[in-house]
């Protein structure tokens, strides 16, 4: 059940993928890029929001533009001008589609800058609520402990539940990577405190051995 689950939802996160590629305009994915920094600054501020775009920036052309890897994309799937002239009596050839081509390369490439920018989002967050989650866990385990002692139930219902919304919410940094348009950052310590209370709930139910 587990297993069909975690397939249900990376199949579903492929697909949002492969939408927003093919579908999405790059330009609305920069858009999307620079609101998104805009609610950053009114959010949290603007030395924050700042400091998440140069790092994402910085990121983004170590592994990507300095070493090539984009240029090579776009050399790959899209000719160029030089490219065009060499090929006698070809030169208009599916034009048309090697400018959708390029397009979407854009978008793709767009989108996973907005990913590593909301990448250092996530870990601007995480040593604050980490201690959050650790102390939902340690209450889970409380909770049982308890239930071990006085021969309480542990809901096998409520325990399920709980795997499958982990599992759901395991998931939502992928789709939140992927996703086209802005986002408030305050959405991260939503899930995460969402996340440890699920977990929490797990805990507390685990079902005896």
């Known amino acids: 059940m587990l ?6 939802w990376g199949i579903i996160l492929l697909i949002e993928s492969i939408v927003v590629i093919l579908v999405v305009p790059p ?9 998104e920094e805009a609610l950053i600054a009114g959010t949290l501020g603007e030395d924050v929001a700042e ?7 910085a990121n ?11 240029a090579e994309s776009f ?12 090929s006698a009596g070809l030169e208009t050839l599916a034009e048309g589609l090697f400018e959708v081509v390029r397009r979407r390369m854009e978008s793709l490439w767009n ?10 989002g996530f870990a601007m967050w995480l040593p604050m609520l980490l201690p959050f989650s650790i102390a939902a ?7 049982r402990r308890v239930k071990l002692l006085t021969f309480g139930i542990s809901s096998a219902p409520i325990y399920g539940a709980a795997m499958h919304a982990i599992v759901i919410l395991a998931f939502f940094p992928l789709y ?10 305050l959405v991260v310590p939503i899930w995460f405190i969402a996340l440890s209370l699920c977990v929490k709930t797990l805990i507390g139910n685990l079902q005896r051995m």
């Open 3 to 8: 297993v069909r689950a975690f397939l249900i």
């Open 27 to 35: 330009t609305l994915i920069v858009n999307a890029a620079h609101n």
């Open 51 to 57: 400091s998440l775009a140069t790092k994402a920036r």
């Open 60 to 70: 983004f052309d170590s592994w990507f533009v300095d070493t090539g890897i984009m």
């Open 75 to 86: 050399h790959l799937f899209v000719p160029t001008e030089a490219n065009k002239r060499k």
């Open 111 to 120: 989108l996973l800058f907005v990913a590593i920018q909301r990448g250092h």
């Open 137 to 143: 866990a340690y209450d889970g385990a409380t909770v």
């Open 176 to 185: 939140y990577a992927a996703w086209p348009f802005a986002v408030t950052p």
